[in-house]
Nanobody, 117 residues
């Protein structure tokens, strides 16, 4: 599965961005689609998850501000980011996780979100 992210860019205080992650194949049966982020000097942080059943989960740092959604018909997962803060500056990565023996994971190349003062 190839994943391509888009939608990153410069954002100001309180601004919004919508990230997209488009897969090269159907995401209908992918168990979990995730957004991670990595800021300079920090480890990967799991930001949001959406399962094949539509359940969602968020990191405490983004809860109430970010919304993950999926459009199976377009093989695309979105991350709507509102009320952005300087701490949200990072490279955002899309991840596809298929549970199995063994598990399979696929990553996109990342898209940069930068807070502009």
């Amino acid at each position: 599965v190839q994943l391509v992210e888009s939608g990153g860019g410069l954002v100001q205080a309180g601004g919004s961005l919508r990230l997209s992650c488009t897969a090269s194949k159907s995401i209908f049966s992918i168990n979990a689609m995730n957004w991670y982020r990595q800021a300079p000097g920090n480890q990967h942080e799991l930001v949001a998850t959406i399962t094949s059943g539509g359940s969602t989960n968020y990191a405490d740092t983004v809860k109430g501000r970010f919304t993950i959604s999926r459009d199976n018909a377009k093989n695309t997962v979105y991350l709507q980011m509102n009320s952005l803060k300087p701490d949200d500056t990072a490279v955002y990565y899309c991840n596809a996780h298929l549970w199995g023996d063994p598990d399979e994971e696929y990553w996109g190349q990342g898209t940069q979100v930068t807070f502009s003062s």
